[in-house]
Nanobody
Framework: QEQVVESGGGLVEAGGSLRLSCVAS????????MAWSRQAPGKEREFVAR????????NYADDVKGRFTISKDNAKNTVFLDMKRLTPEETAIYYC??????????WGQGTQVTVSS
């Protein structure tokens, strides 16, 4: 069964850091890219960062550039999101997806990140 599982969310103080992880399975999954999005209470889901599975090229939302870093471990089908200088406005459920080579996205259930002021 194809699935994506996020982990690493939690409670952090404003200005703090957190690392999220996302594992896609099965290992044989043909991944084109993986990405993180987030959805704050009462708001629409928004793009955060993406990484190409082959080239490693990355894209970031403007408001996280310089603070967030997306990286990957191809051998483990895992993508990471290192977040620094978090703000309370970034409290959200963070979702990961793995995009299949044929274009289909497999979404995870999300992990809650809460930033206290």
């Amino acid at each position: 069964q194809e699935q994506v599982v996020e982990s690493g969310g939690g409670l952090v103080e404003a200005g703090g850091s957190l690392r999220l992880s996302c594992v896609a399975s099965p290992r044989s999954l043909s991944i084109a890219d993986m990405a993180w999005s987030r959805q704050a209470p009462g708001k629409e889901r928004e793009f955060v960062a993406r990484i190409n599975w082959i080239s490693g090229s990355t894209n970031y939302a403007d408001d996280v550039k310089g603070r967030f870093t997306i990286s990957k471990d191809n051998a483990k089908n895992t993508v990471f999101l290192d977040m620094k200088r978090l703000t309370p406005e970034e409290t959200a459920i963070y979702y990961c997806y793995a995009k299949h080579l044929i274009g289909r996205k497999i979404w995870g259930q999300g992990t809650q990140v809460t930033v206290s002021s």
